[in-house]
């Protein structure tokens, strides 16, 4: 409980119940709807910085990050916006084509649809992440080594993936590098290269 | 993103009092389904009470089967060595959900509690009784091949798109709630409802209610489970018609079967009838064609469904094929 009530304290419910009772916003309520909606999206960044911002602390790549976000911020926006960290891609936004996989604690998720307050105390490793220095991590020289990319939007969120379905045990064999990567959309079709960097990458059976 | 505050809780009670007390308060569990909706505006709870941090992430066993606590994730269950065991239709079902991704992320619960839903649900600009209830369904008469063809009402024809909960329907789950006025458990068949005059709740959960826990009764189907999932693409889509199949042989008769059916209504359908049909029967083409003609009866299509029509009883009878052949993975 006490844990809760804390937490309570760090929504800021009372300055919510402050704001909205201010002259500001009785104001508002009255105002012609024109008015409003040409102030909305004004207005909504303005209040997003005074109603509510959180603190997070999150480990990324290795690096410790303490931010103070609004909930509604998600890890991708989180590690595009705030962390410059654009390697992780935005596509689709709504978890359907996987270019935004990162890995919160050793395993893939889609950063889109993960709100980053829900990663307090979480690990998280991203593309940058990889790379030891100018060693590139296995499965980036294999996606090299193999094309396993056109035009390499979808490509860190492949990688990420990919490294995860050989890590799960799922890169038997091509059939089941297909099923276990389907959460991975590439509209260039880079489909069969990337299977091929994937199973190079496991019977070459370095630790990844 | 509509704005919300968000609170991290700690112990179910703490969360049960959050969502009792605050009628636009919701639970945040793997967030797949409702980070998605509150993105594209269909839903805006004003409060996101985050239980991942519940101890809700066991698998245990118990006298009389195997309880799965509701946090735990969608992976974790199809990839459990228990489950895999005892209930490999549960398991082939969660596998045959979503992308890796999201199993990682997607729990038990969350599972249960996503939207039914369609296209014209997620189109805010459409009529949707289920989203905005009283302005119309734009789905009936309009694109509908995703659509219901079971206990659909003039109302709202959307299908619920859960492959663990075809597997869990069929495997006689009970599910564990708690709410403000205490713990109460629900048959998994009684969980979910039909549309009706009331589209927009899927449900029978009470507000405030937090589920915490799918107990589900050992049986003698194990050995010979299949699920068949047809879909536009081989693999990440949702189904058009699935079938979950499960069934003991004694001399190739069938003395036990557990069928369900996912893509084809507003809820898991649980298909009884043809259960009872099959029971003491052998396990022949003949007898699974008939079964599957019991449930087609009352079957009705949309217009861009009517496809379904065939597919569904064609579904039928080769999971149960396949199952009877040890289609077990």
Redesign the interface.
Known sequence: MDDQLRNEEQTGTSRRSFLKQTSLMTALALAPETVLKAAEKELDEKIAAVIETMPLNVVINGVKQSVRIEPRVTLLDLLRERLQLTGTKKGCDHGQCGACTVHIDGERVNACLTLALTTEGREVTTIEGLADGDNLHPMQEAFLEHDGFQCGYCTPGQIMSAICCIREGHAGTPDEVREYMSGNICRCGAYSNIVDAIMDVKQGGKKI | ???????????PD?AIA?VSKDKSATF?AG??NL??L???GVTGPER?V?I?RLPLTKIEETKTGLRIGALVKN?TVAEHPLIIKHFPLLSLALKAG?????R??ATVGGNMMQRTRCHYFYDTAMPCNKRAPGSGCGAIGGFNRMHAIFGASDKCIAVHPSDMCVALTALDAVVTVKGPKGERKIPFGDFHRLPGDTPEVDNTLQRGELITAVDIPFNEVAGYAHYLKVRDR???AFALVSVGAALSLKDNNIADVRLAMGGVAHKPWRLKEAEAFLKGKKATIENFQEAARIVMAPAKSQGSNEFKLTLAPNTIVEALKLAAANGNI
């Open positions: 993103m509509k704005q919300f505050s968000y609170v991290r809780v700690t112990s703490a959050a945040l967030g797949t980070v998605d509150m993105k594209s996101l985050d991942n992976t979503a992308s890796p991704q999201l990682n992320m081989a693999s990440y």
